[in-house]
RNA sequence: GGCCCCAUGGUCUAGUCUGGAUAUGAUAUCAGCCUUCUAAGCUGAGGAUCCCGGGUUCGAAUCCCGGUGGGGCCGCCA
């Protein structure tokens, strides 16, 4: 439309300015559909850009192309408003044009999360990880890549040590039922025992225990890695239960720090070997990339008696990626704190042509910090666990079903279904509308009110829409009369129009928060037709039948959008 | 010391990349709207030195420079 508007301009000024590339869309609706600046036109014709736009428009006044509706000056803009029947026909025409948008080219795109260290349940920190994950692998899916799901699980060291030791002198004769934990938090509880432990007996020496078992586990010692296996299996069946309820559905593939902590070597001595950039060995041998240039200092790769570092161990891991998966984009969703990890790995790893830097994107995340905008600490057990929120919000929309005349009989079964997925919504978009780089100040209050800029707040818009669908028959076949519609509704429609414009941006720039934030817009637009414009009591039939048929489409937009969030949606709430 | 991120009504937030008109919404507060398609909704009111100071520009929340406040990272730990 911008090309048709402009060469028609060009035609009608004698300009030399390309005048494409002035023309915008107005911030304000009251301005139009498309507006022009016009401080450069005046430069260039020497005159005060107001009475550049006065002329403009008085020009195009009187001989109206037909695709213009009118034309109004303001100021130094001139404001154009398009035909509304031509731009509104397209959306219930083609509504599937509307509802997709497709990459041109399509890439490979892994996408790594959440990797937890298994000697914890998945805490706050975790819930913002699983969350922009799944959401960002939803997108990129969405708009035709093809995204391979990996989870690195760090599940080896001092750690998972520290608890094996407690278990082992406290809690063998427990199981996780016996003390009504999940398993994974039986595991974590066994791990917080053990500072208590070492105050409260220190004679035992846990932490030299704890050291010895380490290295036990490193050579193998089939007692120690029985018990290794036994309370990892616990972790994993607690985080499988943690995983379902985020719903992160399967894993394309899970790697294991286990299985190759000690990996990487070979990559750092050939490195060494072939005289790879940078590459530089210590008398006592410890190996080193000197990144002094880059301005990232001395990273250490191998220690004098040859064994590996934690990035020996990333750089080792993205060669098995890349030779499991050739993937275009390698995205690790890991919270900012580890941003300068990430730079230097992915400076490592062009160094010795694994990934060229552009392949890989650290997708950074900041800090849940408690209401008071304090560290939540694992160590003090004030954190909130990802179960933990989880059931808090899927119990307060029990509540809230049980509150409301419409749903207080429900059946027990529905009744968690429909609580399950209100609490989830409201927990995903509590995440998802902001920005993820902020870090946030959780509020448990706050993210229980399901009001406002909220998930159910969406959620009941689509089941409202659901109701009235369910009351009149619409009949898809049947042609709209555009004519029927007041200019709230072509306002509304034209909303329906930037769908594709939302998706492309938020896929470019891996911008989770437009898509909540268009599902807000979306929501607000359909709630203020709903209350003006009454569907069952239209004074027409053509009436009815165009905004009915607005929205159901309106609805089917909302749930797309909503399930690129993660969110589902209900037919009644 | 070096580097990174964040800063917009009391609180939260959009817009910043790509400069444009009256700064987007929410929440809380106050005033209205349910025998009317589900009130988890809608309407209205008040509430902002867009952290500060320079600069560039016809025009700056947005770009540049210098500060301030908050958070983070900089190990032969993971």
Not at 432 to 454: D, R, W
């Amino acid at each position: 439309m911008n090309k048709e508007l402009s060469s028609f301009l060009s035609s009608l000024l004698n300009v030399t300015i390309d005048i494409e590339t002035l023309l915008e869309k107005p911030k304000h609706e009251s301005h139009g559909d498309i507006s022009l600046p016009c401080f450069l036109l005046a430069k260039e014709l020497g005159k005060n850009p107001v009475e550049v736009s006065k002329e403009i428009s008085q020009k195009i006044t009187n001989d109206m192309p037909n695709f213009l509706e009118k034309v109004v000056s303001m100021g130094p803009f001139v404001n154009f408003y398009l035909n509304s029947e031509q731009e509104i026909a397209p959306v219930f025409e083609e509504f599937n044009n509307f509802l997709s948008f497709q990459v041109d080219s399509p890439q490979k795109i892994l996408i790594e999360y959440p990797s937890p260290n298994t000697n914890k349940s998945l805490h706050i920190g975790h819930t913002r990880n699983m969350l922009l994950g799944s959401s960002l692998s939803n997108i990129l899916t969405k708009v035709g890549h093809d995204v391979v799901k990996t989870n690195l699980n760090n599940d080896r060291g001092i750690s998972i040590c520290y608890a094996m030791l407690m278990y082992r002198e406290f809690f063998s004769h427990e199981t996780p039922q016996s003390l009504g934990m999940k398993p994974d938090e039986f595991v974590a509880h066994c791990y917080v025992e053990f500072k208590k432990a070492c105050e409260k007996y220190p004679e035992k020496e846990y932490e030299k225990q704890a050291q010895e078992m380490l290295v036990q586990w490193e050579s193998n010692n089939k007692e120690i890695r029985e018990l290794w296996k036994k309370l990892l299996d616990f972790v994993y069946q607690g985080y499988n239960k943690t995983y379902e309820n985020y719903k992160l559905g399967n894993f394309d593939k899970q790697y294991f720090e286990s299985e190759i902590f000690d990996q990487g070597k070979e990559i750092v001595l050939k490195a060494l070997e072939n005289n790879v950039e940078g590459f530089k060995q210590e008398e006592d041998g410890a190996i080193y990339v000197d990144l002094e240039k880059e301005g990232y200092g001395k990273k250490y790769l191998l220690r004098g008696d040859q064994t590996t570092l934690y990035m020996t161990q990333d750089i080792y891991l993205a060669s098995v990626k890349e030779n499991d998966f050739h993937a275009d984009k390698y995205i690790f969703v890991v919270g900012q704190e580890q941003e300068y990890h990430f730079k230097v790995l992915f400076n490592i790893l062009e160094k010795l042509d694994i990934a060229d830097a552009s392949k890989n994107y650290h997708f950074a995340y900041g800090y849940v910090y408690n209401e008071e905008g304090k560290k939540f600490s694992s160590r003090l057990g004030n954190t909130i666990g990802a179960d933990f929120i989880y059931d808090e919000m899927v119990n307060k929309s029990k509540e809230n079903l049980l509150s409301k005349e419409l749903t207080k009989n429900l059946e027990e079964e529905e009744l968690s279904y429909r609580s399950n997925i209100i609490g989830f919504g409201a927990l995903s978009f509590t995440f998802l509308k902001q920005n993820p780089l902020s870090s946030m100040n959780f509020s448990m209050e706050q993210a229980l009110s399901f009001e406002g800029e909220t998930g159910p707040y969406c959620q009941y818009t689509y089941a409202r829409i659901q109701s009235i669908k369910r009351k009149i028959h619409l009949d898809l076949e049947k042609s709209v009369d555009y004519t029927q519609f007041n200019e709230k509704e072509i306002k509304l429609i034209k909303t329906l129009k930037e769908y594709p414009q939302v998706l492309k941006e938020a896929s470019e720039k891996y911008k989770i928060s437009s898509i909540a934030h268009f599902a807000i817009k979306l929501s607000q637009g359909f709630n203020d037709f709903y209350q003006s414009s009454s569907i069952l009591k239209a004074q027409t039939p053509e009436q009815q039948h165009a905004r009915l048929y607005l929205a159901h489409l309106l609805g089917e937009m909302l749930k797309d959008c909503l399930s690129i969030l993660g969110i589902e949606v209900l037919e009644e709430m």
